[in-house]
């Protein structure tokens, strides 16, 4: 059984920074791309960045680039969402997410996903 594990959230106030980590067991996932994702209330998910498993170009939403960076360690089956200079509107559930597809921005592009972890971002 897959599972994906996030950790890491928690209540900052901006200009602060945390890192988010995403655990993953029950196969193997070599050829997959890795996403995160963030749903605020009252709002769609909307995609925040994606690498493939292997390495290689990550991409990032234009509200995170510059601020964000997704890293992964093969070895330990974990990925990272570090989030530096964080603001309010970043305040939302971050979801890691796992796919046998290419990078993609799209969720549906992602087989399995975890539970969230919650993100606030005091003013």
């Known amino acids: 059984q897959v599972q994906l594990v996030e950790s890491g959230g928690g209540l900052v106030q901006a200009g602060d920074s945390l890192r988010l980590s995403c655990a993953a067991s029950?196969?193997?996932?070599?050829?997959?791309?890795w996403g995160w994702f963030r749903q605020a209330p009252g709002k769609e998910r909307e995609f925040v960045a994606a690498?493939?498993?292997?390495?290689?170009?990550?991409y990032y939403a234009d509200s995170v680039k510059g601020r964000f960076t997704m890293s992964g360690d093969n070895a330990k089956n974990t990925v990272y969402l570090q989030m530096n200079s964080l603001k309010p509107e970043d305040t939302a559930v971050y979801y890691c997410a796992a796919g046998p597809t290419p990078p993609t921005t799209v969720g549906a592009g992602y087989r399995y996903w975890g539970q969230g972890t919650q993100v606030t971002v005091s003013s």
């Open positions: 690498i493939g498993w292997s390495g290689g170009k990550t």
């Open positions: 029950g196969r193997t996932f070599s050829s997959y791309t």
